[in-house]
């Protein structure tokens, strides 16, 4: 999957994401090897509100969910890994629940979502308001090697983030649906993540149309597949996912990989929702649509029963 594209990837990740904190510009600086000038089209632009500063912040007038890290038995790494799990308000096993599993950045593990969005509260005001499905978030650790810690030379790493593909259908799911009381349906599976874990998100999202039927790349790295590569059958496409969703800032210098893909997705006619925010490749950024994203996530087509 990486080949010669790792050389790019590198190139164009080794300034932007770090092991722990995403990096912001006022002004995108120009770099050797950076896809320069940022262009624009009509269609990049803010397609959804900014929302408020507080779409995060605990409510104690409301019911809360529970975020709990459990491990699993991976066949596929050989070794027993950890991932958190957000289970909603409420939960019961008398109830069936669809399922969000959102993926990390190349720095990142299983816990890099709680430091960038705070999901447990997010996910509870939403729920609360009415505005999101009552959902299952599994956030696991998309390096599947035995030493999955984001440290030292986290480039390194590469090629686990292509395996974690058979990680995640093999063992992950599995050890979700025997664990918690959820709909085993693609109907009511979403991928969605956020830079690596973006391109992961729609690598693995438009690879596998039989087991996700909601996709979201929040501000994609380039181990995002070549839009022609990543949607072979565009004519099928246009009627098998409930949700596409792609979004970058402004300011992100990654913004051209994003670009390649909505430009494929809007020639094709394949329906997707395209948001351009005036942020970087920063928490804001992926905070912010995944809100977005969790209000149109398992709407009509997938909810608890």
């Known amino acids: 999957m990486f080949g010669s594209s790792r050389?790019?990837?590198?190139?164009?990740?080794?300034?932007?994401?770090?092991?722990?904190?995403?990096?912001?510009?006022?002004?995108?600086?120009?770099?050797?090897g950076f896809p320069q000038p940022l262009e624009f089209s009509p269609t990049d632009r803010q397609n959804f509100p900014e929302p408020a500063a507080d779409i995060s912040?605990?409510?104690?007038?409301i019911p809360h969910g529970r975020l709990e890290m459990i491990q699993y038995e991976s066949k596929t790494v050989g070794?027993?890994?950890?991932?958190?799990?957000?289970?909603?308000?409420?939960?019961?096993?008398?109830?069936?629940?669809?399922?969000?599993?959102?993926?990390?950045?190349?720095?990142?593990?299983?816990?890099?979502?709680?430091?960038f969005a705070d999901p447990l509260n997010l996910l509870d005001n939403l729920i609360a308001d009415g505005k999101a499905a009552p959902m299952i978030v599994v956030m696991p650790n998309g390096?599947?090697?035995?030493?999955?810690?984001?440290?030292?030379?986290?480039?390194?790493?590469?090629?686990?983030?292509?395996?974690?593909?058979?990680?995640?259908?093999?063992?992950?799911?599995p050890a979700i649906e025997g664990r918690y009381s959820v709909k085993a349906d693609r109907d009511s599976r979403a991928i969605a993540g956020l830079s690596?874990?973006?391109?992961?998100?729609?690598?693995?999202?438009?690879?596998?149309?039989?087991?996700?039927?909601?996709?979201?790349?929040?501000?994609?790295a380039p181990n995002t597949r070549p839009p022609e590569q990543l949607i072979p059958d565009p004519v099928m496409a246009r009627t098998q996912y409930h949700l596409i969703w792609l979004s970058c800032g402004r300011k992100d210098?990654?913004?051209?990989?994003?670009?390649?893909?909505?430009?494929?997705?809007?020639?094709?006619?394949?329906?997707?929702?395209?948001?351009?925010?005036?942020?970087?490749?920063?928490?804001?950024?992926?905070?912010?649509?995944?809100?977005?994203?969790?209000?149109q996530v398992f709407q009509h087509k997938a909810t608890a029963e």
Not at 197 to 214: E, H, I, S
């Open 7 to 32: 050389i790019l990837l590198l190139t164009l990740l080794a300034s932007i994401c770090g092991p722990v904190l995403p990096i912001t510009w006022a002004q995108p600086p120009r770099r050797p």
């Open 57 to 61: 912040k605990q409510r104690p007038d």
């Open 79 to 115: 070794t027993t890994r950890s991932l958190n799990v957000y289970t909603p308000p409420g939960y019961t096993t008398d109830t069936r629940y669809p399922v969000l599993y959102l993926l990390h950045g190349i720095g990142g593990d299983e816990t890099e979502w709680q430091r």
């Open 143 to 173: 390096r599947a090697q035995k030493n999955d810690r984001a440290e030292g030379d986290v480039f390194a790493s590469a090629p686990a983030f292509a395996t974690f593909e058979k990680d995640l259908l093999n063992d992950v799911i």
């Open 196 to 220: 690596m874990g973006g391109g992961q998100a729609l690598n693995f999202g438009f690879a596998n149309p039989t087991v996700f039927a909601w996709i979201g790349g929040f501000s994609a």
């Open 253 to 295: 210098q990654l913004l051209g990989i994003s670009q390649k893909t909505e430009r494929f997705l809007q020639q094709q006619q394949i329906p997707h929702s395209w948001n351009v925010d005036g942020h970087g490749h920063d928490a804001t950024h992926w905070k912010h649509n995944l809100w977005h994203f969790c209000q």
